[in-house]
């Protein structure tokens, strides 16, 4: 069955650095997203992104974040300046339509700021 | 209560038996759908339920919607160890965004 890749699984990194999260999501899919998950509380949405653009963002999506899709299988969330509330579960996940479809998540990355 | 919220919060049953979770909303959906997450791992979509449908079965899985009372609810009949994990509604509160409930932690009892 396909799935939506993520890499790398663990990160830790210093506060202030920046990280760069990968997803390749799966191949016929059109539509893109990134949440993430901060230990013991809800899944939260971030950003969908459709045909090279954001379509959506959250207002935890602010000038710290940015995604790009850098080439035809790659979707990257890039973290600047990371702080230690950055620590958290991020999950990339891809749809193939919209509307009534469920969508496929990958296996998170854990991002850890020390 | 907040969009999607579930409960109860956590459920602790004894293999074969049945377990279910209730699901809140607020405001108008076009589907709502229904998740698992083992401990530490992604989100694996179990169903979606479309807002003009009433239930809707998949293997051992049944969901109910109310969208009268803005509510839904999953059915595990004859579980099992394998069951395990945490469950989460999501509705769709824009074609591109979905809102997760804070989960159920189900234990399921050898």
């Known amino acids: 069955e396909p799935e939506v890749t993520q890499t790398p699984s663990h990160q830790v990194t210093q506060m202030g650095q920046e990280v760069i999260l990968r997803c390749v999501p799966i191949?016929?899919?059109?539509?893109f997203y990134w949440y993430r998950q901060i230990l013991g509380q809800k899944v939260e949405f971030l950003v969908s992104f459709y045909n090279n653009e954001i379509s959506e963002k959250s207002e935890i999506f602010d000038d710290q974040f940015s995604v790009e899709r850098p080439d035809g299988s790659n979707f990257t969330l890039k973290i600047r300046s990371t702080k230690l509330e950055d620590s958290a579960m991020y999950f990339c996940?891809?749809?193939?339509?919209?509307?009534?479809?469920?969508?496929?998540f990958g296996s998170g990355t854990r991002l850890t700021v020390v | 209560s907040q969009q999607g919220e579930e409960d109860p919060q956590a459920l602790s049953i004894q293999e074969g038996e049945n377990a279910t979770m209730n699901c809140s909303y607020k405001?108008?959906?076009?589907?709502l759908q229904w998740y698992r997450q083992n401990s530490g791992r992604g989100l694996v979509h179990l169903i979606l339920?479309?807002?003009?449908?009433r239930e809707k079965h998949s293997g051992r899985l049944r969901v109910t919607l109310d969208t009268s009372k803005k509510s839904s609810s999953l059915l595990i009949t004859a579980s099992r160890a394998a069951d395990t994990a945490s469950y989460f509604c999501?509705?769709?509160?824009?074609?591109?965004?979905?809102?997760f409930g804070q989960g159920t932690r189900l234990t399921i009892n050898p």
């Open positions: 339920i479309r807002s003009n449908e």
């Open positions: 999501a509705t769709d509160e824009s074609a591109q965004k979905l809102v």
């Open positions: 191949s016929n899919h059109l539509y």
């Open positions: 996940a891809s749809s193939e339509l919209l509307g009534n479809y469920g969508y496929t």
């Open positions: 405001t108008s959906i076009n589907n």
